[in-house]
């Protein structure tokens, strides 16, 4: 079997809900992909640059299968299947530019999990496009 790795970068759209996105995203969405065929781990990142002015995160989602492409598939109809169930944050962006390559890690540990999830049930058009776009490779 293969490794591979699939790197994804975000923002959160809402400053005010930062420490909720970074709730839900180490507490309810990680876990969630971790369904995914050939999934093994994943570490999230936060940008440290000091001269950006919001947070961008990165994760490092890892997997050992013999078609890489296949489990990255399979993750991502997994994270659109959150929204339909209503957990998938409504405050996630694209980064359409990437920061500096200084990152530090971010720990679970150190994030409460929240306690419900109400979030809505549409997938936001940039993101549908993009995992589309993504399905559609192979």
């Not at 781990?41 to 002015?53: A, F, G, I, L, N």
Request: charged fraction near 25%; include cysteine; charge should be negative.
């Amino acid at each position: 079997m293969a490794n591979g790795v699939f790197t994804v970068f975000t923002r959160c759209t809402d400053p005010d809900r930062e420490e909720e996105f970074n709730r839900w995203y180490s507490h309810t969405h990680l876990p969630d992909l971790s369904a995914a065929k050939g999934f093994t781990r994943s570490r999230r990142y936060v940008s440290v640059d000091p001269e950006q002015t919001s947070p961008i995160y990165m994760v490092l989602y890892e997997f050992e299968s013999d078609d890489i492409t296949a489990s990255i598939q399979d993750l991502l109809r997994i994270a659109m299947s959150e929204f339909a169930a209503g957990r998938h944050i409504d405050c996630v962006g694209p980064v359409t530019e990437l920061p500096s390559q200084i990152w530090q890690e971010i720990d679970p540990a150190s994030l409460k999990p929240l306690e419900r999830l109400e979030y809505p049930t549409q997938v936001p058009e940039t993101i549908r496009r993009r995992v589309e776009g993504i399905l559609q490779r192979q």
